[in-house]
Every structure is written in structure tokens, then in C-alpha cells.
């Protein structure tokens, strides 16, 4: 069983930075890929980048050279740098993790955390 709980959200300005963080219970959360998803008001939940044990790393195209999702197996937490930010990245962002590889399908995931609110003001 893992247990994941996000943290790091809140508002921030266009052309800023947050880091979100994803803290996991579980002592073999090293062998667990995580990914990070975010959801818009009125809109699917939609894959954001994801991170394997290896690790590779993979982001979707709307973020790819503005995010970078990283893992600390020691104090078993996944980051997700977010640098400049826009408007549209405003959503709730969830992590998720699987003992499996890394996918873009949330179906895939096995564990979620609560969620955390991101906003980025124009």
C-alpha cells in the first residue's frame, strides 16, 4: 500500500515558478513509477509528465522544456519544477504512482494523492 500526499500548490504569476512535491509511505516506493496529472475546471484529467524507477522521464508536449519532474528515492518524494507558468496551467494537480512502468493512462495508476490547487494569474 502507498499513500501519496502532494504539497507545494497555491498562485503564482505568467512567466513564474512553484514546485509541487509528492511525499509516499511505502518502503518500496523506489521501485514505483509516478506521474504527475492535473484537471481543469470543466475539463478531463490530462497527463503531465511521469517519472520511472530507472529513472526516465517524460513529459507531455504543453510542458516539455518549462517542467521538470525529478525523485528523491531517500526521502521517497517526486518533485515537479514548474517554471514559466501560464495561465493555462491552472488546475488541481494529482500524483499518482504504479509498481509498473511509467504510462500517460491514469488507468495505469494504482495510487493517488488528494490533489493540490494551482492557479496562475495573467
Known amino acids: 500500500q502507498v499513500q501519496l500526499v502532494e504539497s507545494g500548490g497555491g498562485l503564482a504569476q505568467a512567466g513564474g515558478s512553484l514546485r509541487l512535491s509528492c511525499a509516499a509511505s511505502?518502503?518500496?516506493?523506489?521501485?514505483?513509477?509516478v506521474a504527475w496529472f492535473r484537471q481543469a475546471p470543466g475539463k478531463e484529467r490530462e497527463f503531465v509528465s511521469a517519472?520511472?524507477?530507472?529513472?526516465?522521464?517524460f513529459y507531455d508536449e504543453s510542458v516539455k522544456g518549462r517542467f521538470t519532474i525529478s525523485r528523491d528515492n531517500a526521502k521517497n518524494t517526486v518533485y515537479l519544477q514548474m517554471n514559466s507558468l501560464k495561465p493555462e496551467d491552472t488546475a488541481v494537480y494529482y500524483c499518482?504512482?504504479?509498481?509498473?512502468?511509467?504510462?500517460?493512462?491514469?488507468?495505469?495508476?494504482?495510487?493517488w494523492g488528494q490533489g493540490t490547487q494551482v492557479t496562475v494569474s495573467s
Open positions: 499518482a504512482a504504479a509498481p509498473g512502468g511509467s504510462s500517460r493512462n491514469p488507468d495505469n495508476y494504482d495510487y
Open positions: 517519472i520511472s524507477w530507472s529513472p526516465i522521464t
Open positions: 511505502g518502503r518500496t516506493f523506489s521501485r514505483y513509477a
